[in-house]
């Protein structure tokens, strides 16, 4: 029998990290799981897969590298205002904890990487949908932690032979419930959860702004089932072991929603109105993302399958009654 990858995770505790674990493991890959916990959570992975290490443990981080073909890292903070509050825990640990790793992936020779990256790193962006080749302008520590880190995989490209594929997420959101993994930061700063517990509680959820040049004066952004993500994980990795070369894609579906749309989503899909107070802007917040994705979708034959807002909203529903009930 033909052996299957062995791939190594990092951040495999966490929301986007689990899941894609998940449907490495459908797909027959050999994972293994490395996690501090310092924000994942441990029921959402196999003991018997999961190591609680720091990246920046570069050895050991090393020793669990031997026979692994590539790596998909996850392991990083992603919260945009504590990035603005705290940039030096942005910078230590998304760009150190990387750099350790690429230290140990090059004593361990292993030099294939998928890197979570995000649609943070175009900032304000000047034209939409937006395509791979606009400007690269981070506004917050967080976005700026990640594009910095895709320019040291293009320099470790050159000096090292490591090919990396960066996948810039728009919003991911949604769930597995059948698999019992979905979404839950602490503090959760994410719309659908939040509109999830105003429905929950009754207490409202504030919209932050209704003023922005939109149809209804609400950002817009572009939702992308976790589900999709994972797929885009598996479909890069597939690229990278068939020999395919350094590159960066969106991961979006290209359609946007307004923040109304979405909440008008959670009052369908909850059959109960959701409470909600207008707010004010919330800094750094651009009135509207949305990918271009077709790069992906024509080189990695990637299609978003259950990206729909319903269907996305329907599943983390699910997830939440599941986990908060
Ligand atoms: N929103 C509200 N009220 C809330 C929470 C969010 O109105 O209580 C609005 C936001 O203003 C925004 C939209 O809902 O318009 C989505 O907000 P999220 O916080 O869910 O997501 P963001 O778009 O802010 O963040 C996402 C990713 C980040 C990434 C960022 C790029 O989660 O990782 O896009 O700007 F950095």
Request: aromatic share 8%; net charge negative; charged share 20%.
């Amino acid at each position: 029998m033909e052996k299957m990858p062995k791939i190594l995770v990092t951040g495999g505790a966490g929301y986007i990290g689990c899941v894609t674990t998940h449907h490495l493991l459908q797909r027959g890959f050999e994972v293994v799981v490395i996690d501090d916990l310092s924000r994942g959570h441990r029921e959402n992975v196999a003991p018997e897969r999961l190591h609680v290490l720091r990246l920046q443990d570069t050895e050991g981080v090393a020793n669990l590298l031997g026979g692994v073909d590539a790596v998909v890292h996850f392991a990083a903070h992603s919260a945009v205002g504590e990035s603005m509050r705290e940039p030096e825990l942005y910078f230590s640990n998304n760009v150190g904890g990387t750099v350790s790793l690429l230290e140990a992936m090059a004593r361990a020779n292993v030099r294939r990487l998928v890197f979570s990256s995000t649609a943070a790193v175009y900032g304000d962006p000047e034209k939409l949908p937006i395509p791979e080749d606009a400007q690269i302008a981070p506004v917050n520590p967080y976005g700026q932690s990640k594009a910095i880190v895709e320019k040291i995989l293009n320099e470790l490209d050159h000096y090292r032979g490591l090919r990396s594929v960066a996948l810039r997420y728009f919003n991911a959101c949604g769930a597995e419930p059948d698999a019992g993994l979905g979404e839950e930061h602490n503090p959760e700063t994410h719309l659908i959860p939040l509109l999830f517990r105003a429905v929950a509680t009754g207490e409202p959820i504030q919209i932050f702004g209704n003023d922005y040049a939109t149809p209804d004066g609400t950002c817009i952004r572009d939702y992308i089932h976790v589900s999709d993500l994972a797929a885009a994980h598996v479909a890069a990795l597939d690229y990278l072991m068939a020999g395919g070369g350094s590159a960066a894609y969106n991961v979006g579906t290209g359609t946007g929603q307004t923040v109304m749309e979405v909440l008008r989503a959670v009052e369908e899909v909850t059959g109960k109105s959701v409470p909600y107070k207008i707010a004010a802007r919330r800094e750094g917040d651009p009135t509207e993302l949305v990918a271009d994705s077709k790069k992906l979708r024509k080189t990695l034959g990637w299609q978003p399958q259950r990206s729909g807002i319903q269907e996305i909203v329907r599943d983390a529903w699910a997830y939440y009654q599941l986990k908060f009930k």
